[in-house]
Structures are given as C-alpha cells and as structure tokens.
C-alpha cells in the first residue's frame, strides 16, 4: 500500500547526544576560560571598545583533520606576531551551504562519497576543534544545521549565518540563542536589507523547538544576541567593498539604529570567485582602514595550506593535501604576505 507518512523518508537512524559527545571530547576548564575571553575580544572589537581588527581567516571547508591542524599550527604564530593589532581567528567551517547540490562538509560527509557518517563527522569536528583552540587560536564558523551548534558551539568564539540563510526565520531565531558573536551575510543578490532585518531579528527573545544536550526534543526560549554584524560578501551586481559602499552602509547601520560595524569577505563575490583577487580586496580595505574608515573592523580570507582548489577524486588517496575542494583559496605563503602588510597599515 502506499505510505501516507514517511513515503520519502529512505531511514531513520538515533545519533549520539550532544551530552555524550561533549563527555567523549570534554572541556577543560582552562579552555572555557580561554573562549570565554575569546569572545569577549570580539565583542570589544565589534563594539569599538577595542580598535585592533578582526581576521576571519582560513580554509572554505575543512575536509583533511591533519591538514587542519597544520593549517592551525601556522596560523596560530601569526595569530600571536600580530596580536596587538589583529585579532585572528580561524575560519573552521564544517558545513557547506550549496546553490543546488554538492558536497555538503565534514560534518554531514566526512568521508566525502555520499555515505553521511554524520556521528564521524561530529566526532571529527568536535576533535578539531579542542585542538586548535588548545593552540590559543580561536575559532569561527557557519551556523547552518540547527541541531549541530548542541554537539561544538561552546567551542566557537565567533559564527557566521550565511547568504543563502541571513533571510531564514530558523536561522534568525537560532543566532538570537547563540553565546558567540554572530555575523549576518548579505543575501546572495547583494540586498544588504536581509542581513539588517536578520541583525534585529536576533537581537530579541524566540521560542522554538530544538534539542537538549540529552537530545530530547525542547522548547528553547532566547535571551536575544545583541552582537549581530553585517557581513559584505559582494552579490549579483558585483562586489561591495567600495568606499561608497562602506559609506552608505554606516548610514544606513546608524538609521536603523544599529552601531555603523561591518566586517568584509574578501571572497565569494567580492572577489568574484577568482580566488586571487582577495589581495585586492585586501588591499582597498586597508587603503580605506588608513584613511580612517574604522566602521570596517574585518575580514574574511578563504585560504588553505596551498591555493586553487580540486575536485573530490573517486579514490580519495588521490586528493592532493591541503587544497581546498569547495570553493579556491589563497596560499598559506599569500596570506602571511597579505596579514603582514595589514598589520603594516594598523601599526603605523
Ligand atoms: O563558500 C562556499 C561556497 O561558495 C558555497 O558553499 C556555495 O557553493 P556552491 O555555489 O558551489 O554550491
Ligand atoms: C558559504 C559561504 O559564504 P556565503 O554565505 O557568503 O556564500 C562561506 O563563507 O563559506
């Protein structure tokens, strides 16, 4: 007969608690101190209270733990060279939003074949993460399954929602819940309105359900998350790194009633995809940066051990290390090179 419930459910599978992951991959409490602090930094930062910038910096994906953690080992030196006029974070991202298929990250796929190990791809995630922040690097990542921030995002300082989600009630609901500072993208097309009305959104109490750390099925009522930025990721009608730009998005921020704070993805389509161009953003943000525009208090730089990026060989043994297999990155070389002559600009 045919199904009248589940017809195109193919199974249903019970996944470990957040509670027993955490007791698999625990806490210390010299690490919750250190996020803790953490995310105060970015806060004074995204207040102005502090006028070092913030460096969102890292792969596109994660997919290779071990090439992570050598990635976090680098990263980590530079985090502490420039400590005094950028805050570096790294960009550990689990989860791939896609425009229509393609493989959606570590978490869902580690094994990248189709195969959704998800209780691996937590366990992995979870494992990496206690490591780089035991490296004193902080970490920052895209919300974008709502159940997963329960099983890592007392390890996160900083998250993102990104463009394919900013406008989502879900996501806006789930950000007002967060304990880290969380910034909004503009919608893929460019509409910088999504990221506000997701930035307000957040700032205030939602009930919806959710799990616990147990896994039981809950109502989780928010306090709000006052910490929302506006991400500027470029869109359909081509970057928004501008000056112009910039300047009409302070004023807008400050109509709405909001502090004129913007952190800026040299990426996506602000670099229109051609990884390279990054340093060019770059550049233009610290032109405007030593020129006095300090409403840009960030930026996002996809970058990997090497850069370009591959696709994902049926023989996984093939896959050439420390490439990216989302979207293309700068080299580990590029980004010393590019945070080296910011922290020249901060400095002077
Ligand atoms: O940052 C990564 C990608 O831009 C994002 O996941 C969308 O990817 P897609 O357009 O290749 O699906
Ligand atoms: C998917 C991403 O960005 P966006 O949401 O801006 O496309 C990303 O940063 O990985």
């Not at 625990?26 to 602090?37: D, G, N, R, V």
Request: aromatic residues 6%.
């Amino acid at each position: 007969m045919e199904k009248l419930n589940n017809a195109n459910i193919r199974s249903i599978v019970p996944l470990i608690t957040p509670d027993d992951l955490k007791e698999e991959y625990p806490i210390s409490e010299a690490l919750t101190k250190q996020i803790l602090t953490h995310r105060n930094e970015v806060r004074n930062i995204l207040e102005k209270k502090d006028d070092r910038m913030l460096a969102i910096v890292g792969p596109c994906s994660i997919h290779d733990t071990v090439a992570a953690l050598d990635y976090a080992q680098r990263l980590a030196e530079l985090r502490e060279r420039y400590k005094d006029r950028l805050c570096i974070i790294m960009r550990v991202y689990f989860e791939k939003p896609r425009t229509a298929l393609g493989w959606r990250g570590l978490i869902l796929d580690p094994d990248m074949d189709d195969s959704y190990k998800l209780e691996k791809g937590l366990r992995q995630a979870r494992k990496l993460l206690l490591e780089i922040n035991n490296l004193g690097l902080p970490t920052g990542s895209e919300i974008l399954d709502p159940i997963v921030p329960q099983y890592i995002s007392d390890l996160i300082s900083w998250a993102a929602i990104g463009a394919r989600t900013t406008e989502s009630q879900t996501h806006r609901e789930l950000t007002s819940g967060l304990s880290m500072p969380v910034g909004f993208k503009n919608g893929t097309d460019g509409s910088m309105d999504v990221a506000i009305n997701g930035i307000h959104s957040a700032h205030h109490p939602h009930s919806f359900i959710g799990i616990d750390g147990k896994g039981q099925t809950c109502v989780l009522s928010t306090e709000g998350n006052k910490t929302g930025h506006p991400i500027l990721r470029g869109g359909k009608r081509g970057p928004n790194y501008y000056e112009e730009i910039i300047e009409d998005t302070e004023e807008l921020l400050i109509k709405e009633g909001l502090l004129p704070v913007v952190m800026i993805d040299c990426s996506h389509e602000n670099s229109g995809k051609k990884y390279f161009r990054q340093e060019r953003v770059m550049n233009s943000i610290m032109d405007q940066r030593s020129k006095g525009r300090d409403s840009i208090v960030g930026f996002m730089l996809e970058s990997n051990i090497h850069e370009g990026k591959q696709c994902i060989p049926e023989d996984k043994s093939q896959l050439s290390y420390g490439v990216s297999i989302t979207d293309a990155c700068i080299s580990f070389e590029t980004t010393a090179k590019i945070l080296d002559s910011a922290y020249k600009v901060l400095d002077k």
